[in-house]
């Protein structure tokens, strides 16, 4: 059973990430925040700021080297490998900046393929709702088609849903327009925002597109590891 939606917050507590090597790089300090159940969050911040850094975490990809991380209240600070795994399948989605569909697999297996890591009764679940957002993607006749058949738009578009197959509480994206052009990023990201909206869907979206963080819920931004600013999107237009 999945936890009611609305306990289904993200906690970050004094966060840091300092990567091992022969000088060692602090990538992440101090950095707390907590979001709301189905709220739109978009990171920001310069190349190297520790978005990236700071996703992987919150995608159990990687652990903290300081501070707690909690998912829908789950301490996932020291999650052993096998309880990593299960937690990232029931509870996270994810969106990339390229969209590493499987080239031998139609739209719809790309699409199912975290329900079939699942097990097939996962799969025959799940499928219903599927062909359901192909449809509410404007993708119900490109089910069958290989990647290499879709547009970029459409390729991104069957990632989203990928994202959304085991019904995610949060949905976390890595620049997921950044390898489109602008009006494909605008439709894709307008995409993202309204399916996640209808589905209550927590996303936390990092981009480098400030025309697209204004269309967010809410802004952080990053500098230099640290939290430099978090605010609610509207609020972006009185200060540039
Ligand atoms: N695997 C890694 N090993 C060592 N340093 C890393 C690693 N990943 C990122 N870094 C460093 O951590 C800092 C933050 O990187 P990153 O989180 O990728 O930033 P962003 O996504 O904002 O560009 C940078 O200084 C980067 O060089
Ligand atoms: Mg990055």
Redesign the pocket.
């Known amino acids: 059973m999945k936890p009611a939606l609305s306990s289904s917050t993200l906690a970050v507590e004094r966060v840091g990430k300092v990567?091992p090597?022969e000088v060692p790089?602090r990538?992440l300090n101090g950095v707390s925040f907590a979001v709301a159940p189905g709220e739109f969050v978009a990171i920001v911040?310069a190349?190297?700021?520790?978005?990236?850094?700071l996703l992987n975490l919150l995608g159990l990809l990687d652990s903290a080297t300081e501070g707690t991380i909690h998912l829908n209240g789950v301490d996932v600070t020291n999650l052993t490998p096998g309880e990593a795994v299960r937690l990232r399948r029931d509870m996270l989605g994810f969106i990339f900046q390229f969209h590493y569909l499987l080239p031998e697999f139609s739209a719809l297996e790309n699409a199912l393929m975290p329900c079939r890591l699942a097990g097939e009764g996962q799969v025959a679940r799940q499928e219903p709702g599927m062909l359901a957002l192909f449809d509410r993607v404007g993708l119900a006749g490109k089910l069958n088609k290989r990647p290499h058949q879709l547009s970029g738009g459409e390729q991104q578009r069957v990632a989203i849903l990928r994202a959304l197959a085991n019904d995610p509480l949060f949905i976390l994206a890595d620049e997921p327009t950044g390898n489109l052009d602008s009006a494909n990023a605008n439709e894709i990201f307008t995409l993202l925002r309204n399916i996640t909206r209808e589905m209550e869907r927590t996303v936390i979206m990092v981009t480098h597109d400030h025309e697209l963080a204004a269309k967010a819920d809410r802004v952080i931004t990053?500098r230099d590891g640290r939290i430099e600013s978090d605010r609610p999107a509207s609020a972006l237009a009185h200060c540039s």
């Open positions: 990567y090597g790089t990538a911040g190349s190297g700021s520790g978005k990236t850094s990053l």
